[in-house]
């Protein structure tokens, strides 16, 4: 899908590829998920907001771990959306799922502010400049206390760095597929589909990916405090940052 600029948009197709393939895809998935629940502090009766759900085996985490908080799943692929609520079919009660555009700014208020707010694998679809603005309204709509959390791909900012993160992820692909599979047939497919962003950085107008720097001090300028990054691995990061209690005060 492009706009009328001929920007390429993430697809239903890409939505297809990414649910047959995102356990194999996505780098020491569950190790992903099980840091991110763990960066959010309890907080009873709370609400969470997921930021282009996917599969929902992340909303569907948050609403095992954290019994009695609510999960706003967001995400624009209609066939994600259904994805989520069949993922979380236990849990339906305490799920919401919305469509929306992660780069348009009108979903960046709630009706109850959120107690935390989480992303895996999406806003690298953002540029830099957006990038800062979606953390400034995320920190804007977070209630006092709330955190972020961001799981996504990160930019390496020098050719060895790409390099590494490139050959990580590919042995980390080649792993999988022959751990679900005993054959390599996935990771034949993550090459055919181009899949690894680190072999052609520059290849794909759909990613947009930043350095983790850059996003740290993005953070820090939207006004999050104990910005840090958890976990780091073939150019993928867990990062996240916290809203003050009380304005000014860390």
């Known amino acids: 899908m492009t706009d009328m600029q001929g920007a390429r948009h993430w697809d ?7 649910l047959d393939y995102g356990r194999y895809f996505v780098p020491e998935r569950e190790r992903q998920i099980d840091i991110i629940t763990e960066l959010i502090p309890a907080t009873p009766g709370s609400l969470m ?9 992340l909303s569907r985490a948050l609403l095992e771990r954290f019994h009695d908080c609510r999960v706003l799943a967001l995400d624009g692929s209609e066939r994600m959306r259904e994805q989520t609520q069949k993922t979380c ?4 009660g305490r799920l919401a799922t919305a469509a929306f555009e992660l ?3 009108g979903w960046r208020t709630f009706s109850e ?5 989480v992303s895996s694998l999406a806003i690298h679809h953002l540029d830099g400049s957006q990038k800062q603005v979606l953390f400034a309204d995320l920190a804007a709509a977070l209630r006092p206390g709330g955190v972020l ?12 760095g790409l390099a590494i993160a490139a050959r990580q992820w590919d042995e980390a692909v080649r792993s999988c597929s022959l751990a679900i599979d005993g054959d390599l047939a996935a ?5 055919r589909l181009g899949w690894n962003y680190f072999r052609n950085p520059d290849g794909e107008p759909i990613d947009k990916p930043s350095s983790l720097a850059d996003q740290l001090s993005w953070l820090s300028e939207a006004g999050f405090t104990a910005v840090d990054c958890a976990w780091l691995f073939a150019g993928h990061a867990i990062f996240s940052g916290r809203k003050s209690d009380v304005a000014g005060q860390s």
Not at 49 to 57: K, R
Not at 113 to 117: C, Q, R, T, V
Not at 187 to 191: G, L, P, Q, S
Request: charged content about 20%; hydrophobic content about 40%; some cysteine.
């Open 12 to 18: 239903e197709n890409n939505s297809r590829s990414f």
């Open 113 to 117: 502010p959120p107690h935390a707010i």
């Open 89 to 92: 079919s236990d849990h339906i």
């Open 149 to 160: 959390v961001v799981a996504d791909i990160v930019r390496p900012p020098s050719a060895a």
């Open 103 to 105: 780069a348009d700014r």
């Open 49 to 57: 907001v997921e930021l282009c759900s996917g599969e929902g085996l």
């Open 187 to 191: 990771f034949a497919e993550f090459n």
